[in-house]
């Protein structure tokens, strides 16, 4: 069945969701949208990696979100998430400089960790 509440207004290029801005529901800025990670097979949006903290990219982490805990705001121009940068600092994160390998037990633990439905 065909949603048709979709229309091309909510369709947008995963190249111009990067660098998206993410807030916090007090409206501070979080980070910025750094990629999406998709579901090759459905084609959905299963999380999208936020990149956080640092200082002119030194010392930046990448946090990666479940999708399901983004909203988009049209007033602010990018996403909200019920998080705190608290919580931001003690999440699962990586960086440019490790050797990284996205698995099923990762994508677990960022699940559990925003008590999101795990995609896994």
Known sequence: MTDLSITPRNLIAAERVNGTDVYNLQGDKLGTVADIMIDKVSGRAIYAVMSFGGFLGIGEKHHPLPWSTL?????Q???VVALDKKVLEDAPTFDDSETFSWTPDYGRQVDRYYNAPSYW
């Open 71 to 75: 909203k988009y705001d049209e007033r």
């Open 77 to 79: 121009g990018g996403y």
